[in-house]
């Protein structure tokens, strides 16, 4: 799904929005992530996709008996599920460009970076791919390589053929706040040797 900009002013509206990916599409709270986290937190996210878990939890010091906090990781792509965003599933292969842009309202002085995570895991594969150590998002209007980048696909062999395994994950941590965004996707299966021997 694509965020219009008539969508992002609402957004910026009605809420205190801090931080999310605005391209590539990203993870969005809908069914899947209400199975798992219950309503209290996607009623919350959707009124701000842009929130933060700190905020849940100070508005809601209790999620309900919907919150499953074994299947719900509010700190792994702030707990949305691939199950609501089957339809946005990028294909990549190593070495390919992906142009990210992220949409900063709040300027919270911290650190940030992108990463392909195992979902399965919530493990970083290999490094991050970018990262700004401790001046992400310090002014209003931050640089702008800090909001329009790219990263390079690495070689990730087959760990993420499935779709839903991994993520390019955008996280930002700036004054105890924590944001993440995630960009579902998959490489293709490399090809087995076997098949070139006689
Ligand atoms: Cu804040």
């Keep these: 799904m694509q965020l219009t900009v008539t969508a992002l002013l609402g957004l910026v509206a009605a809420a205190n929005a801090h931080g999310i990916v605005t391209s590539p599409a990203t993870r969005t709270p809908g069914k899947a992530t209400e199975a798992v986290c219950g309503k209290t937190m996607v009623d919350f996210y959707q009124a701000d996709n842009t929130s933060y878990p700190e905020a849940l939890f100070r508005a809601h010091p209790t999620l309900g008996s919907d919150y499953n906090p074994a299947k719900c990781n509010l700190y792994l792509c702030r707990g949305y599920q691939f199950g609501d965003n089957t339809a946005n599933v990028q294909s990549y292969k190593t070495g390919d460009v992906v142009d990210m842009s992220v949409f900063i309202r709040i300027p919270h002085k911290g650190y940030a970076n992108v990463s392909v995570v195992d979902t399965t895991t919530n493990s970083v594969i290999g490094t991050p791919l970018i ?16 909001t ?39 490489t293709p299966k490399s090809m087995s040797m076997k098949l070139f021997k006689a």
């Design 131 to 146: 990262s700004w150590p401790d001046n992400y998002a310090a002014t209003l209007n931050p640089p702008a390589n800090q």
């Design 148 to 186: 329009k980048f790219s990263v390079t696909i690495p070689a990730l062999g087959d760990r993420c053929t499935t779709a839903g395994t991994c993520v390019l994950q955008w996280y930002w941590l700036g004054q105890g706040q924590t944001y993440e965004s995630c960009v579902d996707f998959t």
